[in-house]
């Protein structure tokens, strides 16, 4: 016969249970505040020092000076050339990424079958477990190449074929989660559409798309951000000439290129010229920054409108 419990016994348990559930609650707590503190950490430590470097370079020539020359003896500290290489790269590969991106998603979510999407989803979510350094070579000794086929003034290193690699890459970035963002919408919603006489292609345009724009917006930031930090495809195929150009069959330099190209040197810590990677890693967050903003803006409105 099993014993009875006593009056203790019933007294612990509810403690018991109370002490685990606290438990659990601090654990989670500290998981959520680390990624918190991390984040404080990388942001401290950026500001701290870059604001050595703004002691020694005035913040208007750092924003307005069209060379950026700091390893010079005739040293200039213009982020103008890093930054036109990084938006131009990022906007050649949202031009990829975005329209391949969304049309995947409407065909998984809509279109394919359920054996299909099970096969197709992990075969394009395993584009993002390829190395970036393997692409930078993909894109320094197979798309330049045919590029340069069809354009025989393109040189070796171009943004062009960096933009057109990249914006592969984040292919399942933008696909996944559109996907997901679509298959979300509530099935009512395309019932009736299809009840008013539409057709499979109107509704998935017309009705499913427009209701899930904030989870598609999400995306698109989600690839941007991932596009503006790429570093070992720009560093390889698109040089690390720091040159002030909008043409994408120039090469130039992105501002993760030149902290790869400077923290690989052995330039003493504490010289100016080792501050730039910090002011340049500064510019880098405050422009992900702005696009993390504007997308929770554009999510915000698109929930209000739909």
């Given at each position: ?21 606290r438990a659990i609650e601090l654990l989670l ?151 997901d963002a679509i298959r979300a919408v509530p ?120």
């Amino acid at each position: 016969m099993s014993a009875v419990p006593t009056s203790s016994d019933l007294a612990y348990r509810p403690r018991l249970r109370h002490l685990r559930e606290r438990a659990i609650e601090l654990l989670l707590f500290l998981a959520a505040f680390s990624s918190i503190a991390i984040t404080v950490g990388i942001v401290g430590v950026l500001v701290y020092e870059s604001a050595a470097f703004f002691r020694h370079v005035p913040l208007i020539d750092f924003l307005t000076d069209r060379q950026w020359t700091p390893l010079f003896d005739d040293a200039h500290y213009g982020i103008l050339p890093l930054m036109a290489g990084t938006l131009v790269t990022t906007a050649i590969a949202l031009v990829v990424a975005i329209p391949i991106g969304t049309i995947i998603a409407i065909y998984l979510s809509e279109y394919a079958a359920h054996r299909t999407r099970e096969i197709v989803k992990p075969v394009i979510e395993l584009l993002s477990a390829v190395p970036t350094v393997v692409y930078g070579y993909f894109a320094l000794l197979l798309v330049t190449p045919a590029l340069q086929w069809l354009l025989p003034q393109l040189p070796g290193f171009n943004m062009l074929s960096a933009g057109l690699v990249i914006g592969v890459m984040i292919v399942p970035y933008v696909s996944s989660v559109s996907e997901d963002a679509i298959r979300a919408v509530p099935m009512h919603i395309r019932e009736g559409s299809y009840a008013m006489g539409a057709t499979r292609l109107q509704t998935s345009l017309r009705v499913v798309v427009p209701s899930a724009l904030s989870g598609i917006a999400a995306a698109y930031i989600l690839g941007i951000s991932r596009a503006i930090g790429e570093t070992m495809v720009v560093a390889i195929a698109a040089g690390m000439q720091p040159n002030l150009s909008w043409n994408p069959m120039e090469p130039a330099e992105t501002i993760t290129a030149y902290i790869v190209q400077v923290s690989l040197g052995d330039l003493p810590h504490g010289t100016i010229g080792y501050q730039t990677i910090f002011a340049a890693g500064l510019t880098l967050l405050l422009m992900t920054l702005v696009f993390n903003i504007a997308g929770y803006v554009l999510r915000k409105r698109f929930r209000q409108a739909y």
